[in-house]
């Protein structure tokens, strides 16, 4: 089944203790993003990549670090987390990078940061 | 920046009413997206429309877009209660990036 996968699904942690967001995707997709969703300011992407090892800053990419090192993952790293990056996580992918494709969401992350 | 202004923010109907949401935006637009994201769950996507003037259609669903490519919109004919969720629009804007509407979020009274 073609699908997006992403873990944990419910993280509540301290902060300052590194943390990785995983997110696969099954599609050969090249398109692959993070976003966070808040209530009242919709979603809001973190960082996006094009291709393998290629890696570009979203909107909100304070905090937050990422990699594509193999094409199926696109994990998300936050080095020292802190409340204010509690939120609902998605990644996303989608197959071409031309913005006329559908994103494809996987299930969602909900961290809590203590 | 740019920016798409997505109205209402919430819609509140009867089972049975229709239901319309507009995304809106000061530039013309290349293209736009439309997804549905059930409470608890994840943006699903449902449509793109490119060409303007487009109108597209889904069972009850009708998706629009406007003929400047300035603004489109969603109708859903005579709501059932699984239609319940939030409706984000989305587009590409000039720097490689989907601009997303914050969403309208629907509640159906049974």
Known sequence: EAQV??????????????????????????????????PGLGLRQIYYSMNVEVTDKGDVPEGYKVSRKEKRNFPLILESPSPNQTSLYFCASSLRATFNQPQHFGDGTRLSIL | ???????????????????????????????IQWYKQRPGGHPVFLIQLVKSGEVKKQKRLTF???????????????????????????????????????????????
């Open chain 1, 5 to 38: 996968t992403q873990n944990p699904r419910y993280l509540i942690t301290v902060t300052g203790k590194k943390l990785t967001v995983t997110c696969s995707q099954n599609m050969n997709h090249e398109y692959m993003s993070w976003y966070r969703q808040d």
């Open chain 2, 1 to 31: 920046g740019q920016q798409v202004m997505q109205i209402p923010q919430y819609q509140h109907v009867q089972e049975g009413e229709d239901f319309t949401t507009y995304c809106n935006s000061s530039t013309t637009l290349s293209n």
């Open chain 2, 64 to 110: 629009q877009f406007g003929e400047a490519k300035k603004n489109s919109s969603l109708h859903i004919t005579a709501t059932q209660t699984t239609d319940v969720g939030t409706y984000f629009c989305a587009y590409a804007g000039n720097n490689r990036k989907l601009i997303w509407g914050l969403g309208t979020s629907l509640a159906v009274n049974p």
